[in-house]
């Protein structure tokens, strides 16, 4: 039957000699697992709890989740393939859902380096300088998007209440608090860009952050000033805006912020969207449990 099948991806599918090379490995490492546990039991004749054993099996040898899932890809194209010939009734694959494949963990700033390059940045004198360092601030005090922030007018900026308006993913508003700190320093930033452009009058209309010719900031633009300030104090990959906002969402769980609380700052539709977080501070739990405690690294 495999040899058939092989016979059939060569010649009326013309597949390449390697993914047909890659097809009889996958079926003979299953005929192989049932000549093991079931004693030399016909491949014809698995069913789906055989398959979803070997999925596991292949699962707990550390195999990834992404080579599985084509493994049973490859025995789902087999029993098809057995279905159009007439030599089973029922395909075992019916029923079998490949294993999920992990999500990296988002990346994030530490804390103290976050710290350091805003205390760097605040040194800054020109109204230039200020907009950098407002930036940065904001994308950390608050986790908004990059689309966010490019889209904030002077009206989003609440003193008295101590808050933002941001408009999010399909008009969505929401309203988020800033500190003493922030409301200063975007106070500072538009008197200093007001001067600089000679605007006497408050616009609830005007663009929050514009470049140095006075129009609205721009994704791209943003994104090269958060990047080439981030290669200043991380090694990270990805150096964007967006990791700022996974950044705030870290600082904010690591120091005991709740959950439901996060996702409502963040404008998330789901809890279960904010609960990767969750997985990266366990992470910073682990790592630090393992270089303090005396016998972590016992029987590691």
């Known amino acids: 039957m495999i ?12 597949y390449s000699p390697h993914t047909v090379t890659s097809y009889e490995n996958d079926l003979r490492a299953f005929g192989a697992y049932l000549e093991q546990t079931e004693n030399g039991f016909d491949i014809a004749d698995a069913d ?28 789902r194209t087999f029993y098809k393939y057995l279905l159009k010939k007439g030599e089973i009734e029922v395909s075992p694959m019916q029923g079998v859902g490949g294993p999920k494949k992990a999500k990296p963990l988002p990346q994030f700033v530490r804390e103290a380096d976050m710290e350091r390059l805003l205390c760097a940045t605040a040194q800054g004198e020109s109204w230039q300088e200020v907009r950098e360092h407002v930036i940065l601030q904001l994308f950390y005090e608050t986790g908004i998007r990059l689309s966010e922030l ?10 008295g209440r101590m808050a933002i308006k941001v408009t999010g993913k399909r008009n969505k508003q929401r309203i988020v608090p800033i500190g003493q700190g922030m409301a200063d320093s975007l106070r500072r930033y538009m008197e200093m860009r007001n001067e600089s452009f000679q605007f006497s009058i408050f616009n609830f209309q005007f663009p929050l952050f514009v470049t140095d010719k006075g129009e609205r900031v ?4 943003v994104y090269r000033l958060v ?13 964007s805006p967006h990791v700022l906002r996974h950044t705030f969402a870290t600082a904010m769980l690591n120091n005991a912020a709740e959950l439901e609380a996060v996702k409502e ?21 682990k790592k630090a449990y393992h270089q303090a405690h005396p016998r972590a690294s016992i029987n590691q």
């Open 150 to 159: 490019v889209g904030l007018n002077d009206g989003d900026v609440d003193f």
């Open 265 to 285: 700052l963040m404008g998330h539709e789901s809890v279960s969207t904010t609960q990767i977080y969750t997985h990266t501070t366990f992470e910073e739990l």
């Open 218 to 221: 721009y994704p791209n633009w």
């Open 227 to 239: 990047r080439k300030n981030l290669s200043q104090v991380v090694t990270l990959k990805k150096r």
């Open 48 to 75: 789906a709890d055989l398959v979803r054993g070997w999925a596991m099996d292949l699962m707990a040898s550390g195999m990834k989740a992404t080579t599985v899932n084509r493994k049973l890809s490859s025995l």
């Open 3 to 14: 040899a058939g099948f092989l016979d059939y991806l060569s010649h009326e599918r013309a």
